[in-house]
């Protein structure tokens, strides 16, 4: 396939993306839903924080759950546990989730039963940014054993962030996680963005991520109803 030939295929695919990813977020607004995706590197702890989201959560909320994976459905069992509604996409070589395969993966639930939507990307730091779902939030995880110069390594996926959550914050001392540089990084790569350091294991650091989440909720929620600042 020539260069040019190429082009007009990516093209047109994005254009097709943005068109489904609109449509969804019409929907998910006129539903009512609150739709969170969260997006990092591979075992960066992206299912351990949807549970404790769950775990705290669903109590009070409504919450179904999207997962990705390259194969297998080893996370939307785990997630299953928790009593939630849960859709796993196996995405094959697909780099990344695109706003199609939400679509196809939600047909037949009730939107407008839920309060939260989770969705969580396919294990990558590159591509994952490349595709809007049609969510209100977008969180990008960075785990402490990864290198705090992850962020300039892969700006794209957190130029286009809402949130950054630090996680495994119980292994810092072990892992040697530099805090101030990992911030100071996040901070010039995208200014001025929330970030949160927590440990899904211990739930330490959560219960400020879990206000936020829901802080955020209620904003849409007013915004839709016209309430004034
Ligand atoms: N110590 C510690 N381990 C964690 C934490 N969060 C996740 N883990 C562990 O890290 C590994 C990967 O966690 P997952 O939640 O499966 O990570 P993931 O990002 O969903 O992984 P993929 O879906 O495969 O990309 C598991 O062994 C978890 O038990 C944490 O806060 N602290
Ligand atoms: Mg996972």
Redesign the pocket.
């Known amino acids: 396939m020539s260069a040019a030939r190429l082009a007009v295929v990516g093209r047109n695919s994005l254009t097709y993306n943005e068109r489904v990813a609109r449509e969804l977020r019409e929907r998910f607004r006129s539903a009512g839903v609150f739709v969170a995706s969260v997006a990092?590197?591979?075992?960066?702890?992206?299912?351990?924080?949807?549970?404790r989201t769950l775990e705290a959560l669903l109590p009070t909320y409504q919450i179904a759950a999207v997962?990705a994976?390259p194969a297998g459905d080893?996370?939307a069992r785990?997630l299953a546990r928790r009593q939630a509604l849960v859709r796993q996409i196996t995405t094959g070589t697909a780099a990344a989730l695109d706003a199609g395969m939400v679509d196809r993966v939600i047909d037949g639930w009730d939107l407008e039963d839920l309060d939260f939507l989770l969705i969580?990307n396919?294990?990558t730091l590159v591509g994952a940014s490349s595709y809007e779902l049609g969510e209100d939030l977008r969180v990008v995880?960075v785990?402490v054993t990864d290198t705090e110069d992850t962020t300039l390594k892969y700006p794209a996926i957190f130029k286009c962030a809402d949130a950054a959550v630090v996680?495994?914050?119980?292994?810092a001392d072990a892992a040697d996680f530099n805090g101030d540089a990992s911030h100071r990084n996040i901070e010039a790569v995208r200014p001025g963005i929330p970030v949160f350091e927590?440990?899904?294991?211990?739930g330490w650091g959560m219960r400020d991520y879990l206000t936020f989440l829901e802080t955020r909720r209620l904003e849409r929620t007013l915004d839709g109803l016209g309430v004034a600042e």
């Open positions: 990092a590197s591979a075992s960066s702890g992206k299912t351990a924080l949807l549970e997962v994976d080893c996370d785990r969580e396919v294990g995880l785990s996680t495994k914050m119980d292994l927590v440990s899904a294991k211990t």
